[in-house]
């Protein structure tokens, strides 16, 4: 089987875009990974599609409508937060599986405001605040509880998480913020579901990216100078655990992707040089540094609190600002953090270059449960 | 409009005679108990082993959130709680009868089910609904 590499790859910056659609937010992106990659539509033999919001809307479809209708097949995907990740594996499949050389995986999404989440829907009366809460701030501050039930994970620490992401952010441009949050306000912000504050809660922003896949022959064809090699892809579903139908479990399905993904790539994580994980909530943020193994069980607090995981540290963790400060655009996310690994692994990310960058790892999970995670390798 | 109150939830139970009650459906072959019906077990995949069985009032503490903002209309601050009931079942629920304060709510604490009027909620017929909650024991 060929490999498969990223030849073209980009984001917008994150922001608010009310005025416009979605087809129209996805097509920037398109063409800016085309222009990445040097190439055009009529290159493109398909293109995979990731939007959540809507899902039923022909998304992929109407972005050819704004960019060029050659007729290629197209294939929209939905999978919670992982739908730019789901997008961008089914793109690598189909040229590991030798259907295509030239595919177009976009992610994209438009997100109003609000809290996303709620518990139970469907007959009778309303179960929010009635059954607990099925607010995501909640869910993830419950899976952060359990950790420092485990650990002793303070409140403090699942903040610093949040003021070193948005210390990242600072160095990008194509975030939605750029500002420092320093502990004392990270911790005296608004307190939504302790122990997240609003400052521990990833920002809903407007968003897309996308990339060019290739296979080798044709990565030779148009030159390897800045293409970046797929390692592995891998992407998991909720395997059983005792309280997951109650309690989303977001480690068990990281765990599994995780596992599969070093034996793809036939590396551990002591060889990873930058993660962006899928902080949507600073507590997730720690449960992953051991999920994927980046520490020892019960270590993840140590990880933040010796600054293993800054820019410049043993495993920068996020140094795009992560969903914390560059935004979270669902859809697009899984394939805006495969744009920031290319971006360090190509020696291009500016002030935030992770240096020596050769092997990163992106991590996107939704739940309901779907894990994706990509190990990307430098050529 | 019924006269009796309805269960929020399907696995509540309410008997004509006798107290509420928590239904799980527990699977005879690996013994997984879920919350609703179903025929197929999620664990170890065995068909028509599952069976209705009644949950223990009492259980633990595992995790909880204090929510101090919702939607609209929603009281807070309150607890949304995870509890591991004795004999089996995990059950989510607002934990009550506490200060909704982090340092006072312990990991592991021994909690029991009561069973109360869904804080006034009426579905579009004007029903009233019963529901559950958990409390210290």
Known sequence: MSDVYVLGVDMIKFGRFPDRTVPNIGAEAALMAL????????????????????????????????????????????????????AFR???????????????????????????????????IPKEGLLGSGTMPCVFAEAGMEHSKDHGTTFEQ???????????????????????????????????????????CSVNVDGSAAAVL????????????RAVRVKASALAS??????????????ACTRLAAEQAYEMAGVGPEDINLVELHDCFATAEMLHYENLGLCKDGDAGKMIDEGHVELGGKVPVNVSGGLLSKGHPLGATGIANIYEVCTHLRGEAGERQVEGARLGMTHVIGLGTACGIHILEKV | MSEKSLPAVSYLKIPDKGDPYLEGHKCGKCGAVFLGERSVCSKCFSRDKISAIKLEETGVLHSFSVVY??????????????????????????????EPDPEKIDFGMKVKLTYQDALGRKDKEGNSYLSYFFEPA
């Open chain 1, 214 to 225: 290739v296979s080798e022959k044709k990565a030779k064809e148009l030159g390897m100078g």
């Open chain 1, 238 to 251: 909720d395997p059983f655990t005792d309280r997951d139908l109650v309690m989303p479990d977001v480690n």
């Open chain 1, 90 to 124: 089914e793109a690598w499949m189909s040229i590991k599986a030798g259907i295509y050389d030239v595919v177009l995986a976009v992610g994209v999404e438009q997100m109003g405001k609000g809290l996303l989440g709620g518990a139970g829907g469907g007959d009778g």
């Open chain 2, 69 to 98: 903002r919702s939607f609209p209309g929603i009281d807070v601050p309150y607890v949304s709680a995870i509890v591991d009931l004795d004999g089996g079942g995990t059950v989510k629920g607002n934990l009550i009868n506490i």
């Open chain 1, 158 to 200: 699942f903040a610093k998480i949040s003021v070193k992401n948005h210390h990242h952010s600072t160095m990008n441009p194509k975030a939605m913020y750029q500002i420092e949050t320093p502990l004392d306000v990270v911790m005296n912000a608004e307190m939504i579901s302790y122990p997240n504050t609003k400052l521990m």
């Open chain 1, 35 to 86: 222009d990445d990659a040097g190439l055009t539509i009529k290159d493109m033999q398909a293109m995979y599609c990731g939007n959540l919001g809507q899902a039923n809307a022909m998304v992929g479809q109407r972005i050819l409508q704004e960019i060029g209708q050659t007729g290629i097949p197209v294939v929209n995907c939905a999978n919670a937060c992982a739908t730019g990740a789901t």
